[in-house]
């Protein structure tokens, strides 16, 4: 079954404070996307991953893919309030331009 | 920039009624995709369409159809909508090149009563 699981699926943390977020998927795709979404709101890339080993940073966001061990993972650094929200990975289903979506991991941040 | 414009960002409709969502994009995308979004249930792939006049169903088409009659249009259709299809609906594009990510759109959140 192709699947992709997010954990935490809910992660509460303070201002300040740093963690990751982990996105293991079970197929054999080699491209990884992260999205955010912000309450009401539609979703918006964040980061497009495209090989093994590929490392992204955009903020306090970073977001590395390894291919091999099927495993993505999102850090925040020193987390500020702006950045609560609600974040996806999706990785390619086949050929078809499909998307297998990760259930979310809904982060609040609290000042 | 990509943009995919959605007819409406909130709809009322009642049970029985016939809906129309509209999904239009600038970015002369081949793919577009339609979605759902319940909290709890992520996103749910509802129809996806590869070109004009051309489309798949997802995951949970039962109650719904699309229609795509020109390349930056893609049309979802309630032909009696029900409660429980009140829900956030979300549109997106997707070029063939491969490498690109799935753009999307506002989203419609739709309320039948």
């Known amino acids: 079954e192709l699947k992709v699981e997010q954990n935490p699926l809910f992660l509460s943390m303070q201002e300040g404070k740093n963690y990751t977020i982990y996105c293991n998927y079970s197929?054999?795709?080699?491209?990884l996307y992260w999205y955010r979404q912000d309450p009401g709101k539609s979703l918006e890339s964040l980061f497009v991953l495209l090989s093994n080993g590929a490392v992204k940073q955009e903020g306090r966001l970073m977001a590395s893919l390894d291919t091999k061990a099927r495993l993505s993972t999102l850090h925040i650094t020193a987390a500020v309030h702006d950045l609560s929200a609600t974040y996806f990975c999706a990785v390619d289903r086949d050929s078809n331009y499909q998307l297998i979506w990760g259930a979310g991991t809904k982060l609040i941040i609290k000042p | 920039d990509v943009k995919v414009t959605q007819s409406s960002r909130y709809l009322v409709k009642r049970t029985g009624e016939k809906v129309f969502l509209e999904c239009v994009q600038d970015m002369d995308h081949e793919n577009m995709f339609w979605y759902r979004q319940d909290p709890g249930l992520g996103l749910r792939l509802i129809y996806f369409s590869y070109d004009v006049k051309m489309k798949e169903k997802g995951d949970i088409p039962e109650g719904y159809s699309v229609s795509r009659e020109k390349k930056e249009r893609f049309s979802l259709i309630l032909e009696s909508a029900s409660t429980n299809q009140t829900s956030m609906y979300l549109c997106?594009?997707?070029?063939?090149?491969?490498?690109?990510?799935?753009?999307f759109g506002p989203g419609t959140r739709l309320t039948v009563t």
């Open positions: 997106a594009s997707r070029p063939d090149r491969g490498l690109d990510e799935q753009y």
């Open positions: 197929t054999t795709s080699d491209r």
